[in-house]
């Protein structure tokens, strides 16, 4: 698996990894009519309105496809101000997780933070979601719990912070 920088004309490609994922991960958690009504194309727009702002890492298959993507930036929002960084999405198409992807797509992102000068960050995880263990296993630790509404339906995002991201690697 090749992990690289994403290119602009790949927002189609990284809107379908997001799309699919959320199919696959969040199907039993959101309501089925949410997660059928995602579409490719609204998730295009978005995806490459992202691009413009951000650096987004892909992993390649063999074949060249992107199976996964991360991304990641400044904290966003007025909570947690103990922690400058934030992960925005990691996903990965359900037959490529628990390979290693996860990990080796976390790393140019967490690079990039501290080269920005930020040496601590959190993630939000919806509580149902299995990757939650993902984050634990890399160090980070559950800071909080809010209660968000996603298509009618109240759910629980757990907030994971690493105090320092500078050892996540090392171990």
């Given amino acids: ?30 309501p089925d009519a949410f997660l059928d009504q995602i ?3 609204q998730r295009t727009e ?16 063999e074949q060249g496809g992107i199976v996964g993507f991360a991304d990641g930036g400044p904290r966003r929002g007025d909570r947690y101000e103990a922690y400058q960084g934030e992960i925005y999405a990691i ?33 939000l995880v919806l509580e149902d979601n299995p990757s939650k263990y993902f984050y634990e296993a890399a160090g980070a ?5 809010v209660e968000i509404g996603i298509a009618g339906t109240k759910l629980n995002e757990l907030v994971y912070a690493w105090d320092k991201i500078d050892g996540i690697f090392s171990g």
């Fill in 141 to 145: 630790k559950c800071i909080d719990r």
């Fill in 91 to 123: 996903y990965i198409l359900q037959e490529y997780q628990r390979k290693g992807l996860g990990k080796k797509l976390l790393q140019p992102v967490v690079e990039d933070l501290q080269q920005a000068g930020m040496h601590s960050m959190i993630v």
């Fill in 39 to 41: 579409s490719y194309e």
């Fill in 46 to 61: 978005n995806w490459a309105y992202n691009l413009t702002q951000q650096a987004i890492y892909v992993a390649e298959n």
């Fill in 1 to 30: 698996m090749k992990i690289r920088k994403a290119l602009q004309s790949e927002a189609a490609d990284i809107a379908k990894v997001s799309v699919d994922s959320w199919r696959t991960t969040y199907r039993g958690i959101i």
